[in-house]
């Protein structure tokens, strides 16, 4: 039925709007997160967990709702021929991130430069650690936050498009790369598994 295509449609299109909010939400968990395993004379011991829960699930709901509700009462008064409204670029989460994203570089420079004797390859440490957390943090988000799609026109467009679906696609990807398969002790675990199997067949 008609009706019930144009329901889907909505539902779909709300679901889009909350996943895309709660990917921006979950980037600034992140940060937040390692920010506070960096600087943890800082914080208490308490257990942020639920805090981070509510902030990464809870607060697109703050946006989308309202969203929904003012699409809702735009469609009812043009009676179904509105474009729609567009949901406020979170502009906050990639600020703060930022933000943060620079402060963790400090920290992990000056611990570098403490340890220079150590480390005589501190620059490229400092270079892999700027480019790891870039996709971490969605670093990549603020670099086109204000050059929106009427904004931008010919090759501009392009890029922004392509390192835009670029990295948002492959994200997830290249997080669990670094932070997962790339680790010491997930490799060393995941050998213990593989020697168990082996001798287990």
């Not at 395993?37 to 208490?44: C, H, R």
């Not at 340890?115 to 870039?134: E, P, V």
């Not at 090759?155 to 392509?162: A, D, E, M, N, S």
């Amino acid at each position: 039925l008609p009706w019930q295509a144009a329901l889907g449609c909505r539902a779909a299109q709300v679901l889009m709007q909350y996943c895309i909010l709660a990917n921006h939400y979950w980037f600034l968990v992140e940060a937040v997160y390692l920010y506070k395993l960096l600087i943890g004379a800082v914080f208490s011991e308490k257990n942020y967990y639920r805090l981070y829960l509510y902030l990464g699930w809870g607060t697109p709901v703050v946006f989308v709702v309202p969203w929904m509700a003012a699409k809702y009462l735009k469609e009812n008064a043009e009676q179904g021929g509105g474009a729609g409204l567009c949901v406020p670029l979170p502009c906050l989460p990639p600020q703060i991130n930022l933000l943060i994203f620079m402060r963790i570089l400090k920290v992990i420079l000056a611990k570098l430069r403490a340890n220079q004797k150590g480390y005589a390859d501190y620059k490229l440490r400092l270079a892999k650690a700027t480019l790891t957390l870039i996709p971490l943090f969605g670093i990549h988000e603020v670099v086109f936050i204000f050059a929106t799609d009427e904004q931008t026109t010919g090759i501009l467009r392009y890029v922004k498009v392509f390192f835009t679906l670029f990295l948002n696609s492959f994200q997830g990807f290249l997080v669990a790369v670094l932070y997962c398969f790339a680790n010491k002790e997930v490799k060393s675990e995941m050998k213990k598994k593989w020697q168990l199997w082996k001798l287990d067949h």
